[in-house]
C-alpha cells in the first residue's frame, strides 16, 4: 500500500485556510456594505423624493388656500344675496294688495257720498272721514261696505269689510251735507297676493 506524502506543512495549510477564511469574510463584508449601500442609497433617494412630493403638495395646498381666499369676497356676497333673495321672497309670500282693497272701496262707494280723507291703520283698519248728501246716503254706505251679497267689486273679496263704526255724523248748515267720520275694519288675509295668483 502506498502513503501519500504530504509535502505542505500544518501550519502553511493553516496559513492558506486563514487566507481563504479572510479573503471570504473580506468579500462578504466588501458586499454586505455594497448592498448596505445601495439599501441607503434606495431610502435616502426614497426620502428626497417623498420630500419633494411634500414641498409639492404644500405648496398646491397653498394654492388652494390662497384662491379659497380669494372667492371669500365671492362667497360673502353670494350669502349676501342669498339672504337678500329670502327676504324679499318673504316679502312678496307675505305682501298685501292694498290697491285691492282701495279699488273694493270705491266700488262701494255710492255716488251720493263723498270721501275726503283715508288713512290705513296698522291694526286692520281703515279711518274714513267725508260727507254724503244725507244720512241716508251715508247709512247706504255702511250697509254696502258690509254687504256681503254686494254687486260688483272683486269676486273674492265680498266679505273683505268686517265691521263700520261710525264715529261721528253731523249735519252741516252751510252745505246741507252729512259729515262723516267711520273706523272701516277689514280682513288683511284677503289682501294676500298668494290669494290672487
Known sequence: MAQSINLIPHEERQ?????????????????????????????????????????????????????????????????????????????????????????ELRVRTPLTIKIDDLSIAASNTITISGSGENYLAVAQFINDLTDPEFKGGREGLKDLFSDVVLNSVNLENKTNRASYFLNVSYKLEKLASKSYE
Do not use: C, H
Not at 342669498?82 to 279699488?103: G, H, Q, R, W
Open 15 to 103: 496559513e492558506q485556510e486563514k487566507e481563504k477564511l479572510v479573503k471570504f469574510s473580506t468579500i462578504f463584508s466588501v458586499l454586505l456594505l455594497i448592498i448596505a449601500g445601495a439599501v441607503a442609497a434606495y431610502y435616502f433617494n426614497s426620502k428626497s423624493e417623498l420630500n419633494k412630493s411634500i414641498v409639492s403638495q404644500d405648496s398646491e395646498i397653498e394654492d388652494s388656500r390662497n384662491q379659497i381666499k380669494g372667492m371669500a369676497d365671492i362667497e360673502i356676497v353670494a350669502r349676501n344675496l342669498f339672504s337678500k333673495y329670502k327676504a324679499l321672497n318673504t316679502i312678496f309670500d307675505t305682501k298685501y294688495n292694498y290697491s285691492l282693497l282701495l279699488e
